[in-house]
Structure formats: structure tokens, C-alpha cells
């Protein structure tokens, strides 16, 4: 089945630092890729996607790129800040196994993100 | 402009007790999903559903079940609470069931069964 592999954490950084968050994927279809956003105390949100290989997403200074070569979509951010102290997800969206049923989320672990002032 | 609404925001159980966990949004979004979020595990789906009186179950559906009876609307029941089932519970709405759609997610239910 579908699966996401995110790079283990927490990730501490110092505010300005680049930001490195790696992920990768197995699926059997042709999945959308997606980075969501946990604030604390609330719940996920979108922060970029990216539907077909060489795509890239960005959003608030973050990027990432689809690359189908490598089953990868790497997070990045060339300036981090203390607001983007988070937890940050990868997920896939791929059709379920019956015609009727749509498509599902399947997430990686997350990544803590703390950036220091 | 309340998007994905989820009640209780916090809930205790004992064991063998059962519980609805609500979830209601108003964006009339055809696509609803239920998610369990585990430390160091992410989130996992329970159930979904595409469209009202359509539900199938996902990665962990055993121990809950799910209706739609309306667009809006698309509880969680608990059936006979267990101690593996402490999480924190999360709704979650789409425009449509495509693979490229953004998914709305509520605030979270933080569920403790003793």
C-alpha cells in the first residue's frame, strides 16, 4: 500500500538557518503530493501541493518539488523564522482500491520544527 | 466562517463506555474523513465518506463507526471505549474526493480513555 517516510526529528534551528525537511514516498498510482502545517493547539493546515512530477509547490517561502525519479518531495525554506516553529506533515492522495470510494490521505510521521530566536 | 467544527474539544471515558464525536462543516464540501493522530505515527485514517449515505472505512477503522446522513454532518461513534483508542481525533472536509484536493481540518478531539 501507499506509504510516506519523513526524516526523524525534532529539527532545531536558529532563526535565518535553512530549513531541510526530507520526504519520500511509495505508491502505486500517480498521488498528489502535499506539506501540511500543525500550529500548536490546532489543526492541520495546507502549506504547499504539488500534483504531477517536476511540480513545484511554494507558499510563504516554502518549496517543494515533485520528483518522480526519486519517490521524493523535499520541504525547504532558505530563511526560517520563529513562526514557523511547527509540525510539519508530507502526505499523499491516491485513489482507493474501489471505483466509488475517492481518494485518501496517507501521512508521514511529522517533523518538529523549532526555531530559536 | 466557522469552516470544520469538532465537539468536544476534549473528552475522558472509561472504559467500555461510548462516545459520538461530532464533526459539522459549512462549506457544503462533498468528501468528509475522520483521522487518529498518534506520537510518532502522524495521522491515520478511520473513515470517510464522499457524499452523504456513502462511507468506507480506512487504515484503523475496527472499534468505530460512521453515518451521513447529511452533507454537513459526519460523527464518530465509539463503541465500547479502550485504552488504545487515547488519541487526538481529527475531521477533515474537501471540495471533492480528487486526488489534488485541499483537505480542511478541524481543531481536534483530545480523547483520554481510562
Known amino acids: 500500500g501507499d506509504s510516506v517516510t519523513q526524516m526523524e526529528g525534532p529539527v532545531t534551528l536558529s532563526e535565518e538557518a535553512f530549513l531541510t525537511i526530507n520526504c519520500t514516498y511509495t505508491?502505486?498510482?500517480?498521488?498528489?503530493l502535499f506539506w501540511y502545517v500543525q500550529y500548536p493547539g490546532e489543526g492541520l493546515q495546507l502549506l504547499l501541493k504539488?500534483?504531477?512530477?517536476?511540480d513545484k509547490g511554494s507558499n510563504k517561502g516554502f518549496e517543494a518539488t515533485y520528483r518522480k525519479e526519486t519517490t521524493s518531495f523535499h520541504l525547504e525554506k532558505g530563511s526560517v523564522q520563529v513562526s514557523d516553529s511547527a509540525v510539519y506533515f508530507c502526505?499523499?492522495?491516491?485513489?482507493?482500491?474501489?471505483?466509488?470510494?475517492?481518494?485518501?490521505?496517507?501521512f508521514g510521521e511529522g517533523t518538529q520544527l523549532t526555531v530559536n530566536p | 466562517n466557522a469552516g470544520v467544527t469538532q465537539t468536544p474539544k476534549f473528552q475522558v471515558l472509561k472504559t467500555g463506555q461510548s462516545m459520538t464525536l461530532q464533526c459539522a462543516q459549512d462549506?457544503?464540501?462533498?468528501?468528509m474523513s475522520w483521522y487518529r493522530q498518534d506520537p510518532g505515527m502522524g495521522l491515520r485514517l478511520i473513515h470517510y465518506?464522499?457524499?452523504?449515505?456513502?462511507?468506507d472505512q480506512g487504515e484503523v477503522p475496527n472499534g468505530y463507526n460512521v453515518s451521513r446522513s447529511t452533507t454537513e454532518d459526519f460523527p464518530l461513534r465509539l463503541l465500547s471505549a479502550a485504552p488504545s483508542q487515547t488519541s487526538v481525533y481529527f475531521c477533515?472536509?474537501?471540495?471533492?474526493?480528487?486526488?489534488?484536493?485541499?483537505?480542511?481540518f478541524g481543531q481536534g478531539t483530545r480523547l483520554t480513555v481510562v
Open positions: 465518506s464522499v457524499g452523504a449515505g456513502i462511507t
Open positions: 505508491a502505486t498510482g500517480y498521488p498528489s
Open positions: 477533515a472536509s474537501s471540495y471533492s474526493s480528487y486526488t489534488d484536493t485541499e483537505a480542511f
Open positions: 504539488a500534483t504531477k512530477a517536476d
Open positions: 502526505a499523499l492522495s491516491d485513489w482507493a482500491p474501489k471505483e466509488t470510494s475517492g481518494s485518501r490521505l496517507t
Open positions: 462549506m457544503n464540501h462533498e468528501y
